[in-house]
Antibody, heavy 130, light 107 residues
Framework: QITLKESGPTLVKPTQTVTLTCSFS??????????VGWIRQPPGKALEWLAL???????RYSPSLNSRLTIIKDTSKNQVVLTMTNMDPVDTATYYC??????????????????????WGKGTTVTVSS | DLQMTQSPSTLSASVGDRVTITCRAS??????LAWYQQKPGKAPKLLIY???NLESGVPSRFSGGGSGTEFTLTISSLQPDDFATYYC?????????FGQGTKVEIK
């Protein structure tokens, strides 16, 4: 059974850097095809994808937040860590991590992979306020 | 940039109603679309992936369809547990884009 749990500070001040940890079980991030992503949701608003890291250490970032985000993995600890710099009150949100599962599609000589988010953690709330 | 637009934003329905939510992509995304259900204070739950594949354990009253730029999520007979907000999401290997959500309310 795959489970994920987010942790981090509940309150940060503007301009500070926040570090969020996703601790997971039931899978390994060293297994081919596995990924873990971060998604956030401001109060009363829609979901927004932030970043994702793959088993092979490839990383993807939201273009709008790319300069502020860093995602890393610690395979030995079964953790993924997201760092967001220069926090602002608009970054107040619930932050989720999610496991991704791959699908593939072949076209000629090439195989393309697509990753959907199938298991989510319960989320951790971060409030940005002075 | 790809945009995912859901309609309606809010839907009022009664138990037993057939409900359909639409998700439109600003460009073709083939069939790489997922649907999630979210209840207040809870994490999103995957319902459907690749447009029409039902996730294990999800009731069969949920179904998805469409391809290209237009997709639907249908609940064949709305149950009390189905009142929630639903999100569509395009996925590939380098970006993930959500719609703005559709809230299904009790009429």
């Amino acid at each position: 059974q795959i489970t994920l749990k987010e942790s981090g500070p509940t309150l940060v001040k503007p301009t500070q850097t926040v570090t969020l940890t996703c601790s997971f079980s039931g899978f390994s991030l060293s297994t081919t095809g596995v990924g873990v992503g971060w998604i956030r949701q401001p109060p009363g608003k829609a979901l927004e994808w932030l970043a994702l890291i793959y088993w092979n250490d490839e990383k993807r970032y939201s273009p709008s937040l790319n300069s502020r985000l860093t995602i890393i993995k610690d395979t030995s600890k079964n953790q993924v860590v997201l760092t967001m710099t220069n926090m602002d009150p608009v970054d107040t949100a619930t932050y989720y991590c999610a496991h991704t599962s791959p699908q593939s599609e072949s076209s000629g000589y090439f195989t393309y992979y697509y990753y959907y988010m199938d298991v989510w953690g319960k989320g951790t709330t971060v409030t940005v306020s002075s | 940039d790809l945009q995912m637009t859901q309609s309606p934003s809010t839907l009022s329905a009664s138990v037993g109603d057939r409900v359909t939510i639409t998700c439109r992509a600003s460009q073709s995304i083939s069939g790489w679309l997922a649907w999630y259900q979210q209840k207040p204070g809870k994490a999103p739950k995957l319902l459907i992936y690749k447009a029409s594949n039902l996730e294990s354990g999800v009731p069969s009253r949920f179904s998805g369809g469409g391809s290209g730029t237009e997709f639907t999520l249908t609940i064949s007979s709305l149950q009390p547990d189905d009142f929630a907000t639903y999100y569509c999401q395009h996925y590939n290997s380098f970006s993930w884009t959500f719609g703005q959500g559709t809230k299904v309310e009790i009429k």
